[in-house]
């Protein structure tokens, strides 16, 4: 079975950092795009940044320039380096990957659980 896991999350001050990671795991030929979505309590999950398999990437307006999206291939793995953080930050961190299960043919959007990320004083 094919899963994504986050991890990393946690609580920290304003203008702090953390590192988030992503890790898939289970039977799985490739992973194409991999993104990191956020979720603020009471509004809708938004989309963060995107990485190719490549290693192409692309950031929302609000972050730019504040977190760095990487990704391990042969890990299977992503990571979300986020800096400078402030209070609107806070939310729940998904990690999302299109991903081709072994033996099949199939190119299928993961989700993971998701991580709570908390920036407060």
């Known amino acids: 079975q094919v899963q994504l896991v986050e991890s990393g999350g946690g609580l920290v001050q304003p203008g702090g950092s953390l590192r988030l990671s992503c890790a898939a795991s289970?039977?799985?030929?490739?992973?194409?795009?991999m993104d990191w979505y956020c979720q603020a309590p009471g509004k809708q999950r938004e989309w963060v940044a995107t990485?190719?398999?490549?290693?192409?990437?692309n950031y929302a307006d609000s972050i730019k320039g504040r977190f760095t999206i990487s990704r391990d291939n042969a890990k299977n793995t992503m990571y979300l380096q986020m800096s400078s953080l402030k209070p609107d930050d806070t939310a729940v961190y998904y990690c999302?990957?299109?991903?081709?299960?072994?033996?099949?043919?199939?190119?299928?959007?993961?989700w993971g659980q998701g991580t709570q990320v908390t920036v407060s004083a």
């Open positions: 999302k990957a299109l991903m081709n299960p072994l033996g099949t043919r199939t190119w299928n959007n993961y």
């Open positions: 289970g039977s799985i030929n490739s992973i194409n795009d």
């Open positions: 990485i190719t398999r490549s290693g192409s990437t």
